[in-house]
């Protein structure tokens, strides 16, 4: 890849227009969509492209569980109708801390805890700003042990 | 740095071989903590750096080492690895080929929309254990 200036990418707006031209559609960044008002999210909720698409599969859901959960804990109980909305509204219903917590982790790890010992190696396949530290600070503070 | 006289880039260059061997050694330390703990059953060795799939070799060969040494222990070895979720992947090509015979392509599994995305996080973040802010930004997101 070659180097560009780095005026060229600094303005969203500016690197939105570029990348109409190409192939990809979503361009939108996550940090722009967690900074989104929760009601402008809410009425747009079935309308919008999905700001996570081009972030690895495990931690684009993670992210959107935490973002889900904040919308509809500003909300309050989300009746939406539709029966993914209703099966959030379930989740995030729950009063308990440690059903939340055991929530989250299963959404992430359900396919790699087993009930033998096992040790996981997690890494990815990424280039810088994917969100490792981020997926890393979340787990860190799972009941899954991380050295 | 020991040395002020040189710039962050000419270190991290000289120290770059025998930095892996330490990440390496590191994560071999690791392991074997890992397989030592009795008081936990399920533990999760997280590797926080960046693969490119030109490096994907070597680590899925280190990968298969740890596995065997752990199946010898009885202990299970599961690996996950976390790749952008992108639609349009795209092939890069490059005029720079060593021995001038062949072009040279390579397939990643990132978009430019992705690549683009992440260089504007990068580009944002002000702290970080290893980029300085000052530090031209699009270099580490390139793919080598």
Redesign the interface.
Known sequence: ?Q??E?EE??E?QQ?EV??QN??????Q???ESKHQPSEERSEQNDEIEDPF????????EKLKKIVDKEVNKRLGTNNGGANEDEKRSEETKRPNELKTEEFKRNQL?E???????????????????????T??ET?SKSK???? | MENNNETFNQAFEKTQKSSKKDYDQELVNLVNEAAEDDKHTNITVFMDKNILPNQFKSLKKQLADFKKLLNKKGIESKTICLIPDCDNVHIHSFDENKDEKKPFARKNPFSYNYLLQTYIRVNNRKHHPTIFPEEDHLKPVAIS
């Open positions: 890849m180097k560009s780095p990418t600094s969203p690197v570029e990348v190409l192939p990809s559609s979503s361009t960044n996550d940090h698409k081009d972030l690895p599969l495990e931690m684009k790890l396919p790699i805890v087993g009930p033998n010992k096992t040790i996981n190696f997690l890494f990815a396949m990424t280039t810088p700003g994917a969100g490792k530290t997926l890393k787990l899954i042990l991380i050295i």
